[in-house]
């Protein structure tokens, strides 16, 4: 569903400030594939979700979704193939529209659109049962302002936008980080529960061990624009904390970052 190959990418190349933020990063992602991707700030995380959406473009190397090389294309032109999160909960809506309005406006995505109303009674149906699941009782607010929501309500329906129409691929960067760990915590179970629920091929960056861990059912480790660390679902499944810290601090100037993977 996703093939990464051979990645590279370099910023301010030829200056006193050159750095390699990915260095011939390789990945395949199956359908249905949930990834999870950790690694110390700098490592290049957030870097290879930007090349997947199209919002950085590599120096070398190509990415392909579902067969079809979308290296080139612009990330408006990913759009109808890729749903995404992000860490600041306000990134995801927009607080002067309503929940179905910012609902409808994702409904649409990679559909062709015509006259008609934005927001119909067979939307409204559908809404309210997607948001019935996230249990926050959005359903019976669907004319609310999203400025009104809390944070975690924000991000839960951001999540909730990102997936229903079912992309290709979903890319989360560190969609629990704004939040406090009671709503991180229910975020993160929503996430598992969507992701299962609508089988979708995820990259999920964290910095959160015991997340990586927890969600998907792959775990990748970055450090300084490589893929240091592959573990398949059995593997991570006899992982703990204290193992992938183990495994981190085993690359040299690894030990220094520690407190950044936890």
Do not use: Y
């Not at 294309?73 to 990134?91: N, S, Y």
């Not at 939040?179 to 992701?195: F, K, M, N």
């Amino acid at each position: 569903m996703l093939k990464i190959e051979n990645i590279k990418k370099t910023f301010f190349a030829g200056t006193v400030n050159e750095r390699v933020a990915l260095d011939g990063i390789s990945l395949d992602l199956a359908a249905g594939d949930f990834i999870t991707v950790i690694g110390s700030n700098g490592a290049g995380k957030s870097t290879l979700l930007n090349m997947v959406s199209g919002k950085l473009r590599p120096d070398a190397g190509s990415v392909r979704i579902d067969g079809q090389d979308v290296t080139r294309l612009q990330d408006f032109q990913r759009a109808r193939f890729i749903g995404r999160v992000f860490q600041d909960p306000m990134a995801g809506t927009s607080p002067q529209m309503t929940i179905e309005q910012n609902m409808s406006i994702a409904w649409e995505r990679g559909k062709r659109r015509g006259l008609g109303f934005g927001v119909s009674a067979k939307k409204r149906e559908i809404f309210c049962e997607e948001l019935t699941s996230l249990e926050l009782g959005l359903e019976k607010r669907l004319k609310a302002k999203v400025g009104l929501l809390s944070g975690g309500q924000r991000q839960a329906l951001s999540l909730l936008m990102a997936t229903f129409s079912e992309p290709k691929i979903l890319l989360l960067d560190e969609h629990t980080a704004a939040l406090d760990p009671q709503r991180a915590a229910l975020v993160s179970r929503l996430t598992g529960e969507i992701v299962a629920r609508h089988r979708l091929t995820t990259l999920m960056v964290t910095h959160n061990m015991q997340q990586a861990l927890d969600l998907g059912n792959r775990l990748i480790m970055m450090h300084e624009g490589r893929i240091i660390l592959d573990l398949d679902a059995s593997q991570k499944a006899g992982m703990t904390v204290p193992d992938l810290l183990h495994e981190f601090e085993k690359i040299k100037g690894g030990l220094d970052d520690r407190t950044l993977l936890q």
